[in-house]
């Protein structure tokens, strides 16, 4: 890890106070030239820095099995098209390079109990994340089984977004215009939304963060908070967090309730 200018100057300039004699002048031109050499070796200590940063990440994309293979894997994937062997490198790989054919725009890998979970989603003409349509899944399915490491279980969701339902209570500031207010709520709540990493964990508690950090709120209380999957029967309470079956989510519109309470310090 690169090292700040200061501790460099400050090594830099007990070396050279123990082999030579120099003057204490603030002035001194030796004291010029510490912090001319301080700041290369800091700026050559930064390149490595990103160099170590850079090797580290291509080595976890070429390393089969890890996550950062399995995400590179699925970003590779040419709905449509047939994997080769290359049997002069041993490799599976696509004849033609197409990237309009490659779909796969979100991806997740959680491992637990030995089992492979991929959580995929693409994006539609209008930017929505959206789930892989049936023929664009199997072919993905039948991509991973060529592809995967041998023996590795591995399970693949791709799938309508999860729903969330909350009851929020706002306390606000009157002097500010309830309608202002309401509007910075709406918008908190959507970049909430969007903060969301896919295939991520929700937790209520940023939620509400997210609601008491607008201007003109006082505080805010979380009534309610649940999800519901695609596989589930019924919306469930969120107490402290849970992982989105989809890997992303969107609001139940029409069973959220924001109440706005004015409150005077």
């Not at 959580?119 to 930017?127: C, D, H, L, V």
Request: with cysteine; net charge negative; aromatic share 10%.
């Amino acid at each position: 890890m690169a090292r700040a200018i200061i501790e460099i100057q400050q090594s830099i300039a007990e070396k050279l106070q123990t082999q030579f004699s120099l003057s204490p002048s603030a002035v001194a031109e030796w004291r010029l030239w510490v912090n001319i050499f301080a700041l290369v070796i800091h700026t050559f200590e930064l390149i490595l820095d990103r160099f170590e940063s850079d090797v580290n990440e291509r080595v976890m994309k070429s390393r089969p099995g890890t996550r950062e293979w399995y995400r590179n894997i699925c970003a590779l994937f040419q709905n449509g098209y047939e994997l080769s062997f290359d049997t002069d490198n041993a490799i599976l790989h696509y004849a033609v390079d197409d990237p309009t054919s490659r779909i796969i725009a979100l991806s997740a890998v959680q491992e637990q109990d030995r089992v492979i979970t991929l959580r995929i989603a693409k994006k539609n003409e209008s930017g929505a994340v959206v789930p892989l349509d049936y023929p664009e899944l199997e072919n993905f399915k039948n991509y991973i089984a060529r592809v995967k490491i041998l023996g590795s279980k591995i399970t693949i969701i791709s799938t309508t977004a999860d729903l969330v339902r909350y009851s929020l209570q706002i306390c606000y500031d009157p002097s500010y215009p309830l309608e202002m207010v309401t509007g910075n709520v709406e918008a908190a709540m959507d970049r909430f939304k969007l903060s969301q990493d896919f295939g991520g964990i929700l937790y209520p508690n940023r939620f509400l963060d997210y609601a008491m950090n607008v201007q003109g709120v006082v505080t805010a209380k979380l009534l309610s908070f649940s999800r519901k999957g695609t596989s589930d029967v019924d919306f469930a309470q969120v107490d402290v967090s849970v992982r989105l079956e989809a890997g992303y989510f969107n609001y139940d519109n029409d069973n959220c309730s924001v109440t706005y309470v004015p409150i005077t310090e």
